[in-house]
């Protein structure tokens, strides 16, 4: 048992595995051919797809069927019935209104890729549907077939008897028409849906109808019955007006129709009902009681009345037959006949006799035939509607050799304006008679009157103007070319060279002869008041660089008709590019202008080449060194070329030779610096190595302080900058060379420093002497070239000089200053007495105020400075010495220095000095202070 559990338990397994592998196959392919599916709908005018109780028709195979839809899936249809129009392939949405046969082979199959074979099998089955009758039941119809009067034949589809609104059903069409109504097989036709019948003409009243009765029956399929539905149509003969006539009289025949002719008759209106009434369409014409008319007397009316102009063109007259309809659902019926009377051409003609032209002397190039043609007043045929001839030119004749003279060209490219003027060329005629005919066409001619063409109305469309009946109208126009001797063809366009055939031309062999011979004519100059000239004529001395000249040839001939050539021409005068040249030009200036160095009177319309790819492309050829558009002047030959012109083609060249002499060089310009303390230069000193000494310097500023060997003394000069030129000689066409020297002389002011006095007790130093100049140098003497550097003691009756200084070393001239120190005891010159107060006391109690015996105070005494050899001896009140100081000794702070005390603080009290200078006449101080603790 165990052992088969276990087993068990393995199948369990083995279960388990083959469930999830059949699960996953079911959910990654659509489940295949679940067989097939009878779908039957029996009622489908009355399926609502979407609910929204409006039926629409529409039904979902999916749905139908109770086919679960699969990723892939699609409808197709299959069966003898086409279905796919109606059908969504993707969603299996159906359309059955669209299926118009009742029929169980609407066939669907269901196919997806993931199966070898289809899902699924479709059969729709769709019952009957016979449709719905038009408004009531009752369809009339009023036929219009006019081929007929007496009586009306008609053929009806008895499928447009059913409703076909938007929205509804339509009636199934594999259905049968039936004839329900009582008229024998013989008066009626049914053949599927068409029904045809008669309805005779039954002399006006009542109305010409019938009834007639129908059952459309469509067969039952499946389980779904047989639909049938009953229609009723009444057929209703509308009136007819007749087949009428329409008429296209010549003015010409008018007189053919002065009698009474009875519209009603055949000829005029054919098949009509008998009860109609006649009205007058055209104005022109007020009433017409009945149906008779004189049509010649209807046209005399229009003659007389103010609607006539000549030139009309035509004029129609219509009267229409009315016969009213008796049925209100068919319409009323109307014939037209109309008589379309055509004005009658007028004939026109050359009044004078041949036009005679004489082609040199007419002013005319052209001619237009149409001016020599006259007209009637008012009948003037000249131009037609646009894109269509009713007028045209022929040539008839010409002189043997003559041509149509373009009157042709004139008709087959002309703009429409121009087509039918006529127009020729006379100007190349030549002589003889000419003979052009002018022809007007009445069958396309509408109204022409004066420049306005008028429109009768649609009378005068091209279709009607087609049948215009009027005879065309010609006449033959003539022209007489005169004789005339040649005189040769104008003549221009020619260029000639003042050298031509040594500068002699004969002006006749310039004419352009075309082949003929020119007759010896007289010749006129144009342009000097047409004087008489010979046939020579000397172009060697021509006016400008080129003359225009005119002259006319003339002939005379028996018949009085001249012929006359104009010959123009024009004389060129021969090339000149002057004279050759040679220009010397100086290297420090490369300025020249080449065209101004060329001799003779050279042509300006030449351009210059020459060295380094020069060129231009006028004739200046311009070289200066301040512009920078310009290039730079080279040695060698520089050639100026004038070209040749329309007469004389040959070139002329010039040269001009550049010879470039270069200057002496003298260097830069020198720009220095002196003191005045200096004393002098020599200006040839300053000059560049390489500068030749051979010049001369110019004092340009006029110092007068300049010597004839360039030495310059600065004594007179001042604080400012002198130029002096430095000139050589150079050789042509050099200038002469310069440069220019400038020097800035440094002149500064003496510093204002008197005599110096200060009380011993100050223990003056140099710096403390008050200078009114920023920067200055003392000095031991007068001539001393090395300046006190340190700060001395000021001693009695020294002597010091002082100079003012500038950055660059310059000095102002030295100024004596003497010092003299005041002994104490002695007075100043300002009255203040020299002297020396030691402090009345001292305490020594470390707050730096009265600490020590002061021997300095600054501004009052430096005695150690003043006195260097000085001895200060300190007494108590007994006598006893507590103190000796001199300048190695520390100030005396309230301490014993002396053998008996030493170093003990001494006490409070009064103390008793002895100041001993130990310089020169100074004396002794003596004197008591109070020591306080």
């Known amino acids: 048992m165990k052992i088969r559990l276990n087993r068990l ?13 059949l699960f996953s196959f ?12 009878v779908v039957e709908q029996c009622d489908m005018e009355n399926v609502d797809f979407d609910s929204d109780t409006n039926p629409d028709g529409i039904i979902n195979l999916y749905a139908e069927s109770g086919i679960v839809a699969q990723v892939g899936d699609e409808w197709e249809s299959v069966g003898t019935e086409p279905a796919s129009f109606a059908l969504d392939p993707t969603s299996g949405n159906l359309r059955l209104w669209k299926l118009r046969n ?3 082979q609407y066939l669907f199959e269901l196919r997806n890729s993931s199966c070898t074979t289809r899902r699924a099998f479709v059969n729709l089955v769709l019952g009957p549907y016979a449709g719905v009758p038009a408004t009531t039941g009752f369809f009339p119809v009023c036929d219009e077939n006019d081929e007929c009067a007496d009586g009306i034949e008609v053929d009806i589809d008895l499928f447009d008897t059913l409703e ?15 004839y329900t109504g009582s008229l024998p097989m013989t008066d009626y036709i049914l053949e599927g849906s068409i029904f045809g019948a008669t309805i005779e003409n039954n002399g006006g009243f009542p109305i010409d109808s019938e009834d007639f009765t129908f059952t459309y029956t469509v067969g039952g399929v499946g389980t779904c019955a047989t639909e049938s539905v009953d229609v009723k149509i009444t ?3 509308p009136v007819f007006a007749g087949f009428p006539s329409e008429y296209n009289i010549c003015e010409s025949d008018i007189d053919t129709w002065d009698r009474t002719i009875n519209l009603r008759d055949d000829e005029y209106l054919l098949q009509e009902d008998s009860d109609g009434e006649w009205t007058v369409d055209n104005d022109q014409i007020t009433s017409a009681s009945d149906s008779e008319i004189n049509l010649k007397d209807v046209y005399d009316a229009f003659l007389a009345s103010p609607s006539y102009f000549r030139g009309f063109g035509c004029v129609s007259f219509s009267y229409t037959y009315t016969v009213t309809s008796r049925s209100p659902i068919c319409p009323d019926s109307q014939a037209t006949i109309v008589f379309r009377i055509f004005e009658e051409l007028r004939q026109f003609t050359q009044p004078d006799s041949p036009e005679e032209i004489c082609p040199a002397t007419d002013s005319r190039q052209e001619l237009d035939l149409f001016s020599l043609i006259e007209f009637q007043p008012g ?30 060209e004139n008709l087959d490219n002309g703009s429409p304006s121009e087509k039918h003027k006529g127009t020729i060329d006379i100007g190349s005629a030549i002589p003889g008679r000419y003979q052009f005919r002018y022809t007007v066409v009445p069958n396309t001619l509408c109204t022409a009157f004066g420049d306005e063409v008028i429109y009768g109305g649609d009378i005068c469309s091209p279709s009607i103007r087609s049948f215009n009946p009027c005879s065309l109208v010609s006449t033959i126009v003539t022209i007489d070319v005169l004789e005339f ?16 055939g040594d500068g002699q031309i004969s002006l006749r062999g310039l004419l352009n002869s075309n082949g003929n011979t020119i007759v010896e004519g007289v010749w006129t100059d144009n342009n000097n008041g047409n004087v008489v000239v010979g046939d020579n004529l000397d172009i060697s001395n021509i006016a400008g660089s080129s003359q225009d000249f005119q002259f006319t040839h003339t002939t005379s001939n028996a018949s009085g008709c001249p012929d006359i050539a104009v010959l123009e021409f024009t004389v060129f005068r021969e090339p000149n590019a002057g004279e050759d040249a040679t220009v010397s030009v100086c290297t420090d200036d490369l300025r020249v202008t080449l065209f101004e160095a060329l001799g003779g009177n050279p042509d300006d319309t030449g351009t210059w080449f020459g060295p380094f790819g020069y060129v231009t492309t006028d004739n200046v050829g311009e070289f200066n060194p301040d512009d920078d558009t310009l290039p730079i002047l080279g040695p060698g030959e520089y050639v100026y070329n004038v070209p040749g012109n329309e007469g004389c083609l040959t070139a002329n060249q010039a040269v001009v030779t550049i010879i470039l002499v270069d200057p002496v060089e003298t260097g830069e310009n020198i720009n220095e610096t002196y003191c005045k303390q200096d004393g002098r230069v020599n200006l040839f000193s300053l000059l560049n190595r390489d500068t030749p000494r051979t010049g001369v310097f110019e004092d340009t500023d006029n110092t007068g302080a300049l010597s004839a060997e360039g030495v310059l003394e600065f004594e007179t000069l001042t604080n400012e900058i002198y130029n002096f030129r430095y000139v050589l000689a150079n050789a042509a066409p050099c200038d002469e060379s310069s440069l220019t020297v400038s020097i800035q002389i440094i002149d500064l002011p003496e510093p204002n420093v008197p005599d110096q006095e200060f009380c011993i007790l100050d223990a003056a130093r140099l710096e403390d002497i008050e200078v009114d100049v920023l920067n200055y140098n003392w000095y031991n003497t007068l001539e001393s070239e090395t300046s006190i550097v340190d700060n001395p003691l000021l001693q009695d009756n020294q002597v010091f000089y002082i100079a003012t200084v500038d950055a660059d070393g310059c000095e102002s001239e030295r100024v004596q200053v003497s010092i003299n120190i005041l002994n104490t005891g002695e007075r100043s010159s300002a009255g203040q007495i020299c002297t020396l107060d030691f402090q009345d006391g001292i305490s020594p109690n470390g707050d730096n105020q009265n600490d020590t015996f002061d021997l300095f105070i600054e501004g009052v005494y430096n005695i150690p400075d003043a006195f260097p050899d000085f001895e200060l001896k300190i007494y108590n009140r007994y006598g006893s010495p507590v103190y000796e100081g001199n300048v190695n000794t520390e100030e005396f702070r309230g301490e014993s220095n002396t053998s008996v005390r030493l170093g003990d603080d001494l006490p409070s009290g009064t103390y008793y000095y002895i100041f001993t200078p130990n310089f020169e006449n100074n004396l002794p101080i003596q004197g008591s202070f109070y020591l306080s603790r």
């Not at 083995?14 to 592998?21: F, G, N, R, T, V």
């Not at 076909?164 to 039936?178: D, I, K, T």
């Not at 001797?485 to 050298?499: F, H, K, P, R, V």
């Open 9 to 21: 338990g393995i199948l369990g397994n083995e279960l388990a595995i083959s469930l999830i592998i």
């Open 102 to 104: 009742a029929s169980n």
């Open 235 to 237: 057929l209703v003969r």
């Open 485 to 500: 001797d040649y005189a040769g063809e104008n003549t221009s366009g020619i260029n000639l060279c003042e050298t031509e």
């Open 26 to 37: 079911f959910n990654s392919h659509a489940q295949c051919d679940l067989g097939t599916f």
């Open 164 to 178: 076909s609104r938007e929205g509804e059903a339509l009636p199934h069409l594999n259905g049968v028409w039936q």
């Open 379 to 408: 009948f003037e045929y000249r131009d037609g509607l646009e894109d269509e001839d009713f007028v045209f030119w022929t040539f008839e004749s010409g002189p043997a050799g003559g041509t149509d003279l373009n009157l042709q």
